[in-house]
Nanobody, 124 residues
Framework: QVQLVESGGGLVQAGGSLRLSCAAS????????MGWLRQAPGKGREFVAA????????HYADSVKGRFTISRDNAKNTVSLQMNSLKPEDTADYYC?????????????????WGQGTEVTVSS
Protein backbone atom coordinates (compact mmCIF):
# COMPACT_ATOMS: atom_id res chain seq x y z
CA GLN A 1 0.00 0.00 0.00
CA VAL A 2 1.09 3.56 -0.63
CA GLN A 3 -0.06 7.00 0.50
CA LEU A 4 0.63 10.08 -1.62
CA VAL A 5 0.80 13.76 -0.70
CA GLU A 6 1.24 16.50 -3.32
CA SER A 7 2.66 19.97 -2.76
CA GLY A 8 3.93 22.95 -4.74
CA GLY A 9 0.76 24.19 -6.39
CA GLY A 10 -0.10 27.86 -6.57
CA LEU A 11 -0.77 30.88 -8.75
CA VAL A 12 1.67 31.75 -11.54
CA GLN A 13 1.65 34.00 -14.59
CA ALA A 14 1.58 32.61 -18.11
CA GLY A 15 5.10 31.76 -19.25
CA GLY A 16 6.24 31.08 -15.72
CA SER A 17 7.39 27.89 -14.05
CA LEU A 18 6.25 25.75 -11.16
CA ARG A 19 7.52 22.53 -9.63
CA LEU A 20 5.13 20.03 -8.07
CA SER A 21 6.30 17.38 -5.64
CA CYS A 22 4.73 14.17 -4.40
CA ALA A 23 5.86 12.39 -1.26
CA ALA A 24 5.07 8.67 -1.08
CA SER A 25 4.71 6.73 2.14
CA UNK A 26 5.59 3.14 1.32
CA UNK A 27 8.30 0.57 1.87
CA UNK A 28 8.32 -0.38 -1.81
CA UNK A 29 8.30 2.90 -3.75
CA UNK A 30 10.42 1.45 -6.55
CA UNK A 31 7.66 -1.12 -7.22
CA UNK A 32 5.30 1.59 -8.50
CA UNK A 33 4.95 3.34 -11.80
CA MET A 34 4.14 6.96 -10.98
CA GLY A 35 2.02 9.46 -12.84
CA TRP A 36 0.74 13.00 -12.78
CA LEU A 37 -2.82 13.65 -13.88
CA ARG A 38 -4.97 16.75 -13.82
CA GLN A 39 -8.58 17.84 -13.76
CA ALA A 40 -9.66 21.23 -15.04
CA PRO A 41 -12.86 22.83 -13.69
CA GLY A 42 -15.91 21.09 -15.12
CA LYS A 43 -13.86 18.46 -16.94
CA GLY A 44 -12.71 14.90 -16.31
CA ARG A 45 -9.26 13.82 -15.28
CA GLU A 46 -6.65 13.64 -18.01
CA PHE A 47 -3.21 12.12 -18.28
CA VAL A 48 -0.25 14.51 -18.01
CA ALA A 49 2.94 12.50 -17.49
CA ALA A 50 4.19 9.20 -16.10
CA UNK A 51 7.39 7.25 -15.62
CA UNK A 52 8.54 3.71 -15.03
CA UNK A 53 9.58 2.16 -11.73
CA UNK A 54 13.23 2.99 -12.33
CA UNK A 55 12.53 6.34 -13.97
CA UNK A 56 14.17 5.28 -17.23
CA UNK A 57 10.97 5.47 -19.29
CA UNK A 58 8.75 8.54 -19.44
CA HIS A 59 5.52 9.43 -21.25
CA TYR A 60 3.88 12.80 -21.76
CA ALA A 61 0.60 14.08 -23.07
CA ASP A 62 1.03 15.89 -26.37
CA SER A 63 -0.21 19.09 -24.77
CA VAL A 64 2.73 19.25 -22.34
CA LYS A 65 5.61 17.73 -24.33
CA GLY A 66 8.63 19.99 -24.32
CA ARG A 67 7.30 22.00 -21.39
CA PHE A 68 6.87 19.52 -18.51
CA THR A 69 9.39 17.07 -17.08
CA ILE A 70 8.60 14.20 -14.73
CA SER A 71 11.27 12.68 -12.50
CA ARG A 72 11.58 10.51 -9.42
CA ASP A 73 14.03 9.96 -6.60
CA ASN A 74 13.61 6.43 -5.29
CA ALA A 75 16.02 7.11 -2.41
CA LYS A 76 13.71 9.87 -1.15
CA ASN A 77 10.37 8.32 -2.19
CA THR A 78 9.43 11.37 -4.24
CA VAL A 79 8.22 12.16 -7.73
CA SER A 80 8.28 15.66 -9.23
CA LEU A 81 6.74 17.51 -12.13
CA GLN A 82 8.69 20.49 -13.43
CA MET A 83 6.32 22.73 -15.39
CA ASN A 84 7.79 25.42 -17.64
CA SER A 85 6.23 27.86 -20.11
CA LEU A 86 2.91 27.53 -18.35
CA LYS A 87 -0.28 28.41 -20.19
CA PRO A 88 -3.72 29.38 -18.87
CA GLU A 89 -5.05 26.06 -20.19
CA ASP A 90 -2.74 24.28 -17.72
CA THR A 91 -4.97 25.52 -14.90
CA ALA A 92 -6.26 22.46 -13.03
CA ASP A 93 -6.03 20.36 -9.92
CA TYR A 94 -2.97 18.17 -10.28
CA TYR A 95 -2.86 14.66 -8.82
CA CYS A 96 -0.01 12.29 -8.12
CA UNK A 97 -0.91 8.64 -8.70
CA UNK A 98 0.69 5.21 -8.37
CA UNK A 99 0.19 1.68 -9.66
CA UNK A 100 2.19 -1.55 -9.37
CA UNK A 101 2.64 -2.35 -13.04
CA UNK A 102 5.64 -2.98 -15.25
CA UNK A 103 4.22 -1.07 -18.21
CA UNK A 104 3.73 2.68 -17.75
CA UNK A 105 0.02 3.60 -17.89
CA UNK A 106 -1.10 6.65 -19.85
CA UNK A 107 -4.75 6.59 -18.77
CA UNK A 108 -6.15 7.86 -15.44
CA UNK A 109 -8.22 4.72 -14.86
CA UNK A 110 -5.15 2.50 -14.68
CA UNK A 111 -3.87 4.07 -11.47
CA UNK A 112 -4.92 2.50 -8.19
CA UNK A 113 -3.81 5.08 -5.60
CA TRP A 114 -4.21 8.84 -5.76
CA GLY A 115 -3.08 11.82 -3.73
CA GLN A 116 -5.39 14.58 -2.54
CA GLY A 117 -4.39 16.96 -5.33
CA THR A 118 -2.79 20.39 -5.50
CA GLU A 119 -4.25 23.37 -7.33
CA VAL A 120 -2.39 25.13 -10.14
CA THR A 121 -3.73 28.40 -11.54
CA VAL A 122 -2.07 30.11 -14.50
CA SER A 123 -3.11 33.70 -15.17
CA SER A 124 -2.79 35.62 -18.44
Amino acid sequence: QVQLVESGGGLVQAGGSLRLSCAASTRTFSSYCMGWLRQAPGKGREFVAALSRSGDITHYADSVKGRFTISRDNAKNTVSLQMNSLKPEDTADYYCAAVETVEVPTTPGAYTTWGQGTEVTVSS
